[in-house]
């Protein structure tokens, strides 16, 4: 296989929250989306590495931009927060793909 075959423009994929809780609480499982692939420096700003509480806002800051809508847009805002359970399971959601 060439190399080049690999390289493609990224994709919106589907990431699903469909924990009991959320289920319960919401009625149906929640959908946001992000990019198949991600920039190597982003993807490098997290891999392989123990999280510790002053790299949360970095951590937050990069889960806000990889939340998106079906067009590819930010779902948060500064104006537009998720309740605090939700943008918990969002964030690990997030970080799972960057491991895939």
Do not use: H, S
Request: hydrophobic share 40%; net charge negative.
């Amino acid at each position: 296989m060439k190399l080049q075959e690999l390289a493609v423009k990224p994709v919106l994929i589907t990431v699903t929250i469909d924990d009991e809780d959320i289920i319960e609480q919401y009625g149906e499982p929640l959908e946001f989306y992000v990019w198949d692939r991600q920039p190597l420096e982003k993807f490098m700003m997290f891999a392989g590495k123990k999280l510790e509480a002053e790299d949360l806002p970095m951590m937050l800051d990069f889960c806000r931009e990889m939340i998106l809508d079906d067009k590819g847009k930010p779902v948060l805002t500064n104006e537009k927060v998720l309740p605090t359970q939700v943008m918990t399971k969002c964030v690990t959601k997030v970080m799972e793909q960057l491991g895939k």
